[in-house]
């Protein structure tokens, strides 16, 4: 039995030790690049960018619930076409849209104002005829992309619903040689030429000043510049990346700081117990970072780190309660082995508990709660699932295969006095 604890406690510690340097330090493997840090995507709080606040102007409106959604998809279309791939969407209330846009390297636009504004000024797309009649508007816009065409120049391809194409194909029929303006925010911002009726629900607009860049971008305009509702801009605001950054980096040093002392606090005061609880606090953090890079939709904010320092109180707690559990029995006269047992189990349900009610608040706040009230949810969830693991599972695992190496050597595990009396 001996031997194989030891063997288990080495594979287990050295484990935690290699996921420690990988989530740390990445690990390249032939064509993999595994960096778990590099992963974690950061919010607005943190990176710098802006966020915005829409209201709708019409709750009243026909079918107001299915265009809620087309709004919401709309933005998400037009964020994503710039770039801003990690902007969350939300929706509050039953008229409010709030828009976060963190500032990254993969964003075209770096200026907080630039973004406001692009944001800022949502668009109403409409297709005209001559005199100014509106064929169609957004909503009838299925996809619009920039293709090749076979001539080997750029153009745009577009497909329209089945309203779309009725009314697309009725107008074309009568306007054969005569343009239709493709107007953006009562701006035109392309009037192709009908060169043949367009019946079909897909068509293309050709042009020679066509580039790469312009197709791509009149595309963009047609498949996501329309929203289905009207909304006032109620608030927005921005934020530095510098003012992010000083609050990461200190937030970090503070970490640090805060693991060193408590480390210390609990090998000094628990002696092998605290050590075990070092090395499952570790595990601990590696884990909570891992799945911080991993599942998808998660950001780390100030308020998320946070949550994760609440979870990293709560796993220290557990494993206060699980020690000071095992120390009472200890000190009734039992031996190593029975206290650890008996410690364990008494403090199990206790431990859940707290836990599960933290974790129903958390739950709760995740759904209910929007922006960085959010993100501290979700961190504070995945810590405490953490926590739960390495105390209750990991922690007893290790504590029971050390206890077997010497389980006569009570002095490593609770304090003694010389007269040999446990303190």
Not at 24 to 37: K, Q, V, W
Not at 315 to 324: G, K, L, Q, R, S
């Amino acid at each position: 039995m001996k031997k194989k604890s030891l063997a288990a406690l080495i594979v287990v510690i050295a484990l935690i030790g290699l996921l420690t340097f990988v989530v740390f330090n990445g690990l390249s493997i032939g064509i993999y690049n595994f960096r778990p840090l590099e992963g974690i995507q950061q919010g607005l709080d943190i990176t710098g960018g802006v966020y915005t606040v829409y209201q709708a102007k019409d709750t009243g409106a026909e079918e107001y619930e299915q265009k809620m959604a087309g709004t919401l998809a709309v933005f998400r279309t037009r964020l994503d076409s710039k770039g801003f791939t990690e902007a969350t969407i939300t929706r509050q209330g039953n008229d409010k849209i709030r828009v976060e846009i963190p500032i990254n390297n993969t964003s075209q636009m770096q200026d907080p104002n630039e973004i406001s504004k692009y944001i800022g000024t949502p668009a109403k797309l409409q297709f005209k005829e001559p005199d100014g009649t509106v064929v169609m508007e957004g909503a009838d816009i299925k996809a619009a992309r920039a293709v090749i065409g076979q001539s080997g120049s750029p153009e745009v391809s577009f497909t329209l619903n089945d309203e779309g194409a009725r009314k697309f194909g009725e107008a074309t029929s009568r306007l054969v040689g005569q343009q239709i303006s493709i107007v953006l925010d009562d701006v035109v911002i392309s009037a192709p030429k009908v060169e043949s009726v367009i019946a079909g629900g897909s068509g293309v607009i050709t042009s020679t000043d066509f580039t790469n860049e312009s197709a791509n971008e009149l595309a963009m305009q047609i498949e996501s510049g329309a929203l289905p509702l009207d909304l006032n801009e109620i608030e927005v605001r921005s934020m530095s990346a510098t003012l992010g950054q000083d609050a990461l980096q200190n937030s970090i040093f503070a970490g640090i700081i805060g693991m060193i002392v408590l480390f210390g606090f609990m090998i000094a005061f628990y002696r092998v117990p605290g050590i075990i609880a070092c090395v499952t606090l570790t595990l601990y953090l590696d884990l909570v970072l891992l799945m911080l890079g991993s599942v998808p939709g998660v950001q780390l904010t100030l308020p998320g780190i946070a949550g994760i320092i609440l979870g990293i109180g709560m796993a220290v707690d557990a494993n206060v309660i699980i020690y000071e559990r095992f120390r009472e029995e200890a000190w009734a006269g039992k031996t190593l082995r029975v206290a650890q047992k008996a410690g364990f189990s008494k403090a199990y349900i206790t431990i859940l508990d707290s836990n599960i009610t933290t974790l129903i608040s958390a739950i709760v706040l995740a759904l209910y709660g929007t922006g960085t009230i959010k993100s501290f949810a979700y961190t504070l969830m995945i810590s405490i699932l953490v926590s739960l693991f390495s105390a209750l599972i990991v922690a007893r695992s290790l504590m029971r295969w050390t206890i077997n190496q010497n389980p006569k050597r009570i002095g490593f595990f609770v304090r003694k006095n010389k007269g040999g009396v446990i303190l």
